[in-house]
């Protein structure tokens, strides 16, 4: 049996825009509903948001059901947009809302973390320039932290200042997948600056009002390897993606350093110490060929997102990370789109099988998290993509525990399987 430390954290993990539902006031509700009428957009996005699953309304029956699985934390994110609709006056109604979720998780003994900006933006900073537009974004984002931390900071065990700093760059700015749908390496290096920027900022304010709070990223770290691993020009293509996609964040939070081609090796003291723990999220592996990547190889098991099943990712980077960082590390995200329950269970077994010979041979992993607690909203591939422990029926809301959740309480009551 795989049995995991018996303080180990057991938990499940969910975005304010996937769930909370009319979310009207940020840049992904203005695509859904300008951008995407466009003829040359149609494709981009497969349905809008919407209500979501209503979670806004909803969430004590969300914590009702992660209570019943056994779960020990739980990770939300707040809605900038949510908090300021307006450059100008927080929603005072909205910031009780969400300390009412943080104050219902710890009455059912679920520990709370925090995430403050996962991918969204509120409209009036997108009219404005949105993230090219450093110094407004960055003098906005700080008025929103100096709101929001002091508020909620007493209800919050771990805080995440930015979900997949990575993620947002390279998907907007660098490869055209999510909005604005650009592609200008350029404009993809200053907007993974500002998020680091964006890291630093909240975790300074974190600390302001509770110096012994604990504060790390969900960082998706993306797992590169040779389509032949034999070739040395796929194995540098490999080394090299690893550097700008993953590394340089760390460079900068950790030894307080632009490298390359963030900058030039310059000294980033605002910004270097800024991380307690590591938070991974992470889902697959990416071949790279001579003429760039390609999501998977022949005989491989593929998930409904189209991304290759490959657990080996995972030990190699928790190592890897541990390497990095030299702090303990809590696994944010993890889980696959499917609608076959046994699929999914076997994902969630071959992964935790990974993760428990990590921590036998001494890397620190203090946590996991199931991505995700319901069914929700999945960006562009709307609700098409199934990743939930719970399903949500999309006319009445009714919340249904899955086989997968049902296999989930029995691993964390067995602190193993």
Known sequence: ???????????????????????????????????????????????????????????????????????????????????????????????????????????RGIKTMVCLHHFTIPIWVLQKGGFLNREYFLKQFQQYLEVVIPYLS??????????????????????????????????YLRVYRLMIEM??????????????????VAFAYMHFQPFNAKNKWQQFLSYLSDKWANRIFFEAVVNGRWAFPLGWGAAAPEVKGTLDFTGL???????????????????????????????????AILHQLFKITNKPIIVTENGTATTDESFRIDYYKSHLTEIHKSLSEGVPVKGYMAWSLTDNYEWQHAYSKKFGLISVDSISMKRTLKKSGWWYKEIIENNGF
């Open 154 to 187: 007493d209800e919050v065990d771990y805080w995440l200042p930015i979900n997949e700093p990575n993620i947002v760059p390279s998907a907007s700015y660098l490869i055209g997948m999510f909005p604005p749908y650009k592609k200008n390496i350029f404009q």
């Open 1 to 107: 049996m795989h049995k995991f430390p018996p303080e180990f954290l057991w938990g499940t993990a969910a975005s304010a825009y996937q769930t909370e539902g009319n979310n009207i006031n940020n840049d992904w509700h203005h695509y859904e509903q300008i951008e995407a009428k466009k003829p040359e957009n149609k494709r981009k996005l497969a349905g809008i948001c919407g209500q979501a699953t209503m979670q806004w309304e909803n969430y004590e029956q969300d914590y009702d059901l992660a209570q019943k699985m056994g779960v020990k934390i739980h990770r939300l994110s707040i809605e900038w947009s949510r908090i300021f609709p307006t450059p100008d006056k927080p929603n005072e109604e909205a910031l009780a809302i969400y300390k009412k979720q943080l104050v219902s998780l710890h009455q």
């Open 199 to 216: 890291h630093a900022a909240a975790y300074h304010v974190i600390k302001k009002h509770n110096k012994q709070a604990l504060v790390g």
């Open 281 to 315: 999220n992470y889902y697959t592996t990416l071949y790279l060929k001579n003429t760039g990547p390609v999501p998977f190889k022949k005989g491989d098991v593929i998930t409904d997102m189209g991304w290759v099943v490959y657990p080996k990712g995972i030990y």
